[in-house]
């Protein structure tokens, strides 16, 4: 890619509300990756690792999910080019669920 | 659940080869998990933090696929009760790719 | 749950123009888990059938991002009660996504 | 894709066991899809369909699981050539978790 296709990060409010709670998940979860970071250290048993990592997959999925809820509602829904906003989203969640899996 | 399943957690060597390599994964998502933050808190794009989230369960899962065949080689193998492992192996790829969706 | 959400199925014309695009890909998916049968009948190698179940839920994915579009294009952008299709789509998201993983 | 991988697919009795079962599901998942295309062409709820696709997922999904467990415990523990069967095991367990997401 040469172009960049953003020079500066775009800047949105539509996830004002739940900013504060998107941050707290986000905390915790930099102390899950910490935790198993001890875990492997130790050498613990494997299965309990991958039960953690689990857990850290299900936290960012559900931090997306926060997120996809409020771009929906206080970006495509009120956008002007309303279907380069569809298309955006629609790769978005494709690249969401890809990556999930 | 009121019966403690691990008292200890058991320690294995299982990854052992692959300890260093699993550690430097998991600190590099502990330095993704603080770049969203910062994201939310500069009111960066939610499109955007929503491609970082994806890129971390993107590690997570490729670390835990890791620990798995690691686990399936130096655990499953060599177990004495190999049925036993073979139901907890199949609860944890169960699990593993539930909240990875 | 004991009312029923849905007396008659709603009617919608918000994927219209990608019918006959879904329809031949789902008499292809047919074709795919039939394919399946035939290999478990004929006692072929398991991970083989593995990689053709892969491939039948990657089959419904794509379909389901397809519908997902046409949805949030022909149904919640132009829904009276925008919030209330929000929600809903936020939830069959989260299904579709765990469903997947 | 011109040239046969596979000249005469491996016949294998891991999932014996299992194969009543599997085919059963097999055989409800392929009444699924046909009830799919019957959704469609009937214009029905954009909705209600990606959650009947979220059900088959889960339902290629579910059948998956059962075959990895058979095919750990009849070809992964019994082979001779052990390490072979593992790299294999994880590259169809990276296949099937990612075709989920």
Do not use: N, W
Request: hydrophobic content about 35%; proline content about 2%.
């Amino acid at each position: 890619m040469d172009k960049p296709t953003v020079e500066r990060p775009k800047q949105v409010d539509s996830y004002r509300h739940d900013k504060q709670r998107i941050l707290a998940r986000l905390r915790r979860m930099e102390g899950q990756v910490r935790g198993v970071q001890r875990m492997v250290e130790e050498d613990q048993y494997c299965v309990e690792i991958l039960t953690q990592l689990s857990s850290i997959m299900a936290a960012a999925r559900s931090i997306g999910l926060l997120l996809l809820e409020d771009h929906i509602r206080g970006c495509v829904l009120t956008a002007e080019d309303k279907e380069a906003k569809i298309q955006e989203l629609t790769e978005a969640i494709d690249r969401f669920t890809k990556s999930v899996g």
